[in-house]
């Protein structure tokens, strides 16, 4: 097997910098095009009044979407497994999935006619042709966390990589509204500039997802064999891992965290502290900046103190963040300062979960597979994988139902129960994470 070299370790990161540009696309400006506030000019595409009295058309959208991916990671996990594929099991579903995923990204933001009933048939295909693509690509790229990186601080070192172009790419699509006034400048309207906007943005990430596809030998790197597991006994084998069943429920908590984070983001910069949305970058930068201040600490004290440990810190820290932004506004200091505390509190715990999530799903699988001396590294993977877009259905299901008790400036009870509602969550995933049984070091291990 080649060695992986630090330009092989980058190679794989930046792919996330590409497909996070796509995902930071959807995760902070679909429930916003659809559902802006009322300040905002942008046509009613899609119903935006209650349904049930509780949900919203956008919130069942997207939860259909997130079912569709209950289905599709374990499909695409096992096929990936399984595969027998000459140039290796995971990049060539990378490269299948790249053109597609790209494409759906920008065709969300595109419903076609005036008819409201046409366009939400449209958002709701599209959407759950997006999930499926970018399962197709991000299962099996995670898969790689595991495959690449033979030894814990390989896979620490690989998963401190890609925490940091996951956060450049969030930042560069949430940045979108830096762009857009460019065009709406040169005449076009609110709408066409945004979508001239995301589909640059989606370019750029496609040029990034390709670098891996292309710069990657996987049969160089990565010496596992195809599982001989089949589909239904590699799941079953895998959820009764039931230490890895704990943490993923603590993960799907973060999964909530993250997800009211990307899509509430606007929300609370625009209308809690009233701030122009081009703020939504700075304090996404901001974020971004201190969790990346933070990753070489994370990695230095995670293999002194364990990955639990610092786990419990930084849940206790984004808890303390959802709570404190409920208040975001009401407080009489400047609103800059009220930012930049929250920014702060959510900073650490990011730092912490944009590392430590996929190192330890990526030892998981990595024991698993010597004990049983079968990898189903991919099946570990599309169950993270599948918990954090649970996560992100509850949020964004849950927070489009509850903007319905406001929205806009003096009517914004919705917007700061959000972040109780994530707080509260949080709470109780911490107190199952304490069940959590830490893998034990490599060097115990030996021992």
């Not at 990430?205 to 996987?218: H, T």
């Amino acid at each position: 097997m080649g060695k992986l070299t630090n330009k092989i370790k980058w190679a794989y990161a930046v792919g996330q910098f590409g497909w996070s540009i796509l995902s930071g696309i959807i995760q902070v400006w679909l429930v916003w095009f659809y559902n802006p506030p009322s300040t905002v000019d942008i046509p009613a595409y899609i119903p935006r009044g209650s349904v049930f009295g509780f949900l919203t058309v956008i919130g069942l959208i997207t939860m259909l979407g997130r079912l569709m991916d209950s289905i599709t990671d374990p499909w695409i996990a096992g096929l990936s497994d399984r595969s027998k594929n000459p140039k290796g099991r995971r990049i060539p579903f990378m490269k299948v999935a790249a053109v597609p995923f790209t494409v759906l990204t920008l065709l969300v933001f595109l419903p076609p006619s005036n008819n409201l009933t046409i366009n939400t048939f449209w958002l709701t295909t599209t959407l759950l042709l997006y999930y499926i693509f970018f399962t197709m690509y991000v299962t099996p790229y995670f898969a790689l966390t595991s495959e690449l990186g033979k030894t814990e601080k390989e896979r620490i070192d690989l998963s401190t990589y890609i925490a940091l172009t996951w956060f450049l790419g969030y930042i560069v699509a949430s940045g979108a509204a830096y762009i857009w006034p460019i065009f709406v400048n040169m005449g076009y309207s609110l709408t066409t500039s945004i979508r001239i906007t995301l589909a640059l943005l989606c370019i750029v990430g496609f040029i990034f997802m390709m670098i891996p596809v292309l710069f990657i030998d996987e049969k160089k790197y990565v010496d596992y064999k195809p599982s001989s597991v089949n589909f239904m006994k590699s799941i079953k084998s895998t959820l009764s891992n039931k230490n890895f069943l704990i943490f993923e429920i603590f993960f799907l908590a973060y999964g909530i965290a993250i997800t009211i984070f990307q899509t509430g983001n606007v929300y609370y910069v625009s209308v809690l502290l009233q701030l122009n949305e081009t703020w939504v970058t700075i304090v996404t930068a901001l974020t971004g900046i201190i969790a990346f201040l933070l990753y070489p600490a994370v990695n230095k004290f995670s293999k002194i103190y364990g990955k639990k440990k610092l786990c419990v810190f930084a849940m206790i820290m984004l808890i303390l963040a959802y709570f404190y932004c409920s208040f975001l506004g009401i407080f009489s200091f400047s609103v800059t300062i009220q930012a930049i505390i929250f920014v702060l509190l959510a900073g650490v715990g990011f730092a912490v979960f944009g590392i430590l999530p996929n190192a330890i799903c990526a030892d998981i699988a990595h024991y698993d597979g010597i004990r049983t001396g079968e990898n189903k590294a991919g099946m570990y993977f599309a169950v993270q994988t599948f918990m954090n877009k649970l996560g992100q259905m509850i949020a964004m299901v849950a927070f489009s139902s509850i903007l319905l008790l406001g929205k806009d400036v003096g009517d914004d009870l919705g917007i700061r129960l959000t972040g109780v509602v994530a707080a509260i969550i949080g709470g109780i995933a911490l107190v199952i994470f304490m069940k959590y049984e830490e893998q034990p070091s490599e060097e115990e291990q030996v021992c």
